[in-house]
């Protein structure tokens, strides 16, 4: 079983800045795709961003952009967002996700527990 716990989300003030950290540990074998989501109330799940072998995709086309940083380091296995200049719309439960392979050679897609951040006003 592969497990990945969100860390870093709490409430804030418009304006100020959250790091999420999401480490993967477990029955991991090999990690290819890093991404975090996000889901308001009534709302369905959202990319945010996401790490891939090819790159770095941001969801420009929502309000993140420029704002939102994902970053990643692969010997500590872990996913990091870095989130900037928040606003009262940033406010959701955020999940870690990731794509690859159990030791075990099959396919993983494994969700965190999501972190709540909640911007005030």
């Known amino acids: 079983q592969v497990q990945l716990v969100e860390s870093g989300g709490g409430l804030v003030q418009a304006g100020a800045s959250l790091r999420l950290s999401c480490p993967v540990s477990?029955?991991?074998?090999?990690?290819?795709?890093l991404g975090w989501y996000r889901q308001a109330p009534g709302n369905q799940r959202e990319l945010v961003a996401k790490s891939t072998p090819g790159g770095v995709y941001t969801n420009n086309a929502g309000s993140v952009k420029g704002r939102y940083t994902i970053t990643r380091n692969n010997a500590k296995k872990t996913a990091c967002l870095q989130m900037n200049n928040l606003k009262p719309e940033d406010t959701a439960v955020y999940y870690c996700?990731?794509?690859?392979?159990?030791?075990?050679?099959?396919?993983?897609?494994?969700w965190g527990q999501g972190t709540q951040d909640t911007v005030s006003s």
């Open positions: 477990g029955n991991v074998f090999s990690i290819n795709d």
């Open positions: 996700n990731d794509e690859g392979f159990a030791r075990d050679l099959r396919e993983d897609n494994s």
